[in-house]
């Protein structure tokens, strides 16, 4: 075989190996490490509105929660409502047992009997007094009369005189016994109905028309005064209540339109607004609580603390320049972008405005639109990078 | 003149490249060794520069947030701003973990970074493709090392996640790629149990008489809630303000904040001197093995080489060649056949390193540091060929 190859053509066949090789790593040293050249990709600043919005994820809750239970420590007799009956206002719920109740109003009735009765004696007591005091001032009239024309004694009229202030103060005494009788009449009515009210008052009744939401208590619990036993809830009035981070939620108010998706229906994003932010904002998680109202409420109702996605879109910005969030860096403590004249790399600090949620990002101050600014890299830029322009920058983590 | 080294490779030079090219694989693994090793510490330091941070602030007496868990009240960081110096502060929560997509998973270290934007302590620096964060829940920017595309959804607990954008180079210090998702998100995600657990527990707390009194309504209530929040975050990212310098507002820190405070040197030293310490001399050590093995291959290659001609040395020992002509020859070629092995080793170095599924960083100093070797070790292993032919009886060409 060497007889074929001349040393001429040796050195060619070994050149032909070695100059590829030595091309190859000349393209490798260049093309990889820092010597490469870094990938990025432009966008030319543009002039446009953004129409930010506000992200936040909430629970359906209801505007009243009426939490039913007794006022007083005692035991549950009965509970007549299911989770999820409907019930009117002044529906009986249940009730709390009422223990010796029922036998004190029986008594409080008896001893009402009984002073009624009381009263007629002591009227009739009084009628008696009533008669023999008109009777006593006829006599003591007529003897009046008769020791004036010297017909009777002095002493004899005397008497009469004593038997008639006798009688008037029995009639007084009768009268006022009467009054008393009365007044212990009423006085018993009124405990009596007391009882009665107290008796009222361990029934639990639904204060409005709604679904019941809940039933915490089943018949034989004790349960302690202020302790709910059953929940009731309008189902009309179901809203979410919503949380937004405090660092953007900037220009929130009432009446703007919000989009509501329920964890459950994330295909389905329903219509709502913002019916209330709360004044109080929540100092711990850095949260502004709002309230969304359904502008049209589903059929089915969402169940009371389901989470739910509400994104609320705030009014359209005038235009400004705009840039999307990815070129926006921090350099040398300074945000800024990195703009591209010809092909040099110049950092300009920015000062950014609001951000809408595809990630545009209005610049304030520093651009003035018509820039060519770098959005994606392969790594991190420093001024003086050689730069490539692409299409895109994805490729292998090399 | 003519080269004596020339015309011998002239004369075998298929065989000669040949065996180049296979002393250059052998080469290229030893620098993709040498590329394993300055990923693993190109690893720490991207992920402490990528945090974009000055000052890591952590909880007293650890190595947090990287090396040690740490874990500070999310509330701290409102303290730590009203400190001179300071000029933004950001709660940071690092976890590792799997991330379920669809069918497979990827082991990810997840950062919960703070709702603000960009250029904010914690948050991606650059980006490949999408954009950054905008909503406070259920969105992430994802590293492409993790092989998610945008718009792809991710599960991380119970929770789905949206991939909004992609980054490159963004990895811990173990190189797991990153996933960037909301602050309270990530601090639900480090909290939160499956719900199998979760309903376990509240019955647990249920059945326990002192938080579950009868007297007392709303009590079981305030317990669970309280038994399933997370007000912790694993680290504060510090950026100081231009002018001060980082041992003054970290000796504050440490002072008056009784927390623990390092600067970028610090963790530097943390990541690169303690987390990954073992495994950067385990590798080391192998190169060690490597460069050895390689020098002995190449003493014997060139050894045989010379060898395989010993006649024709004896002949041109006849014919009164000087012994100096001879020891140019055989260095000669082992000089070009250590070259056309470093050649090829960069090449393949370079060629295969993305390849691997950790950074693999080629760096140019490493590589003149590789070719001086390479031309040093050549050098000292044709010694031995050269004695070998020099002491060569120029009979030898007549004889047997």
Redesign the interface.
């Known amino acids: 075989m060497k007889k074929f190859l001349s040393t001429h053509g040796r050195t060619l066949a070994l050149a032909a190996v070695l100059v590829p090789l030595l091309g190859l790593l000349v393209y490798v040293a260049l093309r990889s490490g820092p010597l490469a050249p870094v990938p990025v990709t432009l966008v030319t600043v543009e002039n446009r509105a953004v129409t930010p919005a506000l992200y936040g994820i909430g629970t359906v809750e209801a505007h009243y929660t009426h939490k039913i239970g007794p006022t007083f420590a005692g035991r549950l007799r009965r509970v007549d409502v299911q989770s999820g009956d409907r019930v009117k206002a002044g529906q009986l719920l249940g009730e709390m047992d009422p223990v010796d109740l029922d036998d004190r109003i029986a008594a409080q009735t008896a001893a009402l009997k009984h002073a009624d009765a009381n009263i007629l004696a002591v009227k009739a007591q009084s009628q008696e007094a009533g008669v023999r005091n008109s009777f006593a001032e006829v006599q003591a009239k007529r003897y009046e009369q008769l020791l004036s024309i010297r017909s009777v004694s002095e002493e004899n009229t005397e008497a009469k005189r004593q038997e008639l202030q006798v009688t008037q103060s029995v009639l007084s005494a009768a009268r006022a016994n009467l009054d008393a009788s009365r007044q212990e009449f009423s006085r018993l009515r009124s405990e009596r109905e007391g009882l009665i009210r107290q008796r009222a008052n361990l029934r639990l009744v639904s204060p409005v028309d709604g679904v019941v939401s809940r039933r915490d208590m089943d018949p034989g619990t004790t349960v302690v005064a202020g302790q709910s036993v059953i929940e009731v809830i309008e189902p009309g009035t179901v809203w979410i209540n919503v949380r937004f981070d405090q660092q953007r939620a900037v220009g929130l108010k009432n009446g703007l339109p919000a989009k509501i998706t329920l964890r459950s229906r994330a295909d389905e994003p329903l219509a709502g607004q913002v019916s209330r932010v709360e004044l109080h904002a929540d100092p711990v998680t850095e949260e502004i609580l709002a309230k969304i109202e359904f502008k049209l409420l589903p059929q089915t109702l969402p169940p009371l603390g389901e989470l739910a996605e509400v994104t609320v879109a705030l009014p359209v910005q005038k235009p400004m320049p705009v840039v999307p969030n990815a070129s926006v860096q921090r350099v040398d403590r300074q945000l800024g972008v990195w703009i591209v004249e010809g092909d040099l790399l110049r950092f300009a600090p920015v000062k950014t405005g609001v951000t809408d949620l595809d990630g545009r990002v209005q610049i304030v101050e520093g651009l003035s639109g018509g820039e060519r600014v770098v959005v994606y890299s392969q790594k991190a830029l420093k001024s003086g990078s050689r730069i490539k322009i692409v299409k895109r920058v994805m490729g292998k983590s090399s | 003149m003519i080269s004596l080294a020339g ?1 011998d ?3 075998a ?1 298929g065989k000669f ?1 040949f065996t180049g090219i296979g002393l250059g694989l052998l080469i290229g693994a030893t620098f993709t060794m040498a590329g394993v090793y300055r990923g693993m510490v190109d690893d720490a330091k991207v992920m402490l ?1 990528n945090s ?1 941070a000055d000052l890591w602030v952590v909880q007293q007496d650890t190595l947090g947030p990287y090396a040690e868990p740490s874990s500070i009240y999310d ?1 701290t960081y409102r303290s730590i701003l009203g400190i001179s110096g300071v ?1 933004r502060a950001a709660n940071v929560t690092y976890l590792i973990m799997q991330v379920r997509q669809e069918e497979r998973d990827v082991r990810v270290l997840v950062t919960g970074v ?6 904010t302590p914690g948050w991606p ?8 964060i ?5 969105e992430a920017v994802a ?3 993790t092989g998610f595309k945008l718009g792809d959804r991710l599960h991380i607990r119970r929770n789905q996640y949206t991939v ?3 980054t ?2 963004m990895v811990s210090s173990s190189g797991d ?1 990153m996933v960037f998702i909301p602050l ?1 998100d990530a601090q639900e995600a480090q909290f939160l149990k499956d719900n199998d657990a979760i309903v376990r527990s509240r019955a647990r707390t249920a059945q326990n008489p002192a938080l579950n009194r ?2 007392v ?1 709303g009590l079981l209530d305030a317990v669970i809630t309280s038994q399933s929040t997370n ?1 912790y975050v694993n680290a504060v990212l510090v ?4 002018g001060h310098s980082s041992e003054d507002v970290a000796e504050s820190i440490r002072r008056w904040k009784r927390l623990k405070v390092y600067d970028r040197a610090q963790m530097e030293n943390i990541l690169v001197g303690k987390l990954i310490a073992t495994s950067a001399r385990q590798i080391g050590m192998f190169m060690m093995i490597l460069t050895i093995v390689s020098a002995a291959i190449v003493a014997f290659i060139i050894y045989t080489l010379t060898m395989g001609k010993i006649r024709e040395i004896a002949v041109l020992k006849l014919i009164g060649t000087r012994n100096r002509t001879i020891a140019a020859m055989i260095m000669q070629q082992a000089v070009a056949l250590g070259l ?1 092995g470093f ?2 080793g ?2 393949t170095a ?2 295969w ?3 691997f599924p950790k ?2 960083l ?3 100093l490493d ?1 003149v540091i590789g070719l001086i070797a390479v031309v040093v070790i050549c050098i000292l292993s044709s010694i031995i060929a050269i004695r070998a032919a020099l002491k060569v009886d120029p009979a030898e060409a007549i004889g047997g």
């Open positions: 015309r490779i002239l004369h030079w490249v520069d974009g509330d000029a703070t709702a603000d934007g960009p250029g620096p650059y980006l490949v493709a999408g954009r950054q905008t909503r406070s829940h259920y590293d492409i090392a909004v954008g992609l490159r180079r790629p309270k009868p007297g309504p007000p950026q100081l303000e231009a056309i050649v090829v960069k090449i370079t060629l390193g993305p390849f950074h693999v080629l760096e140019p590589a």
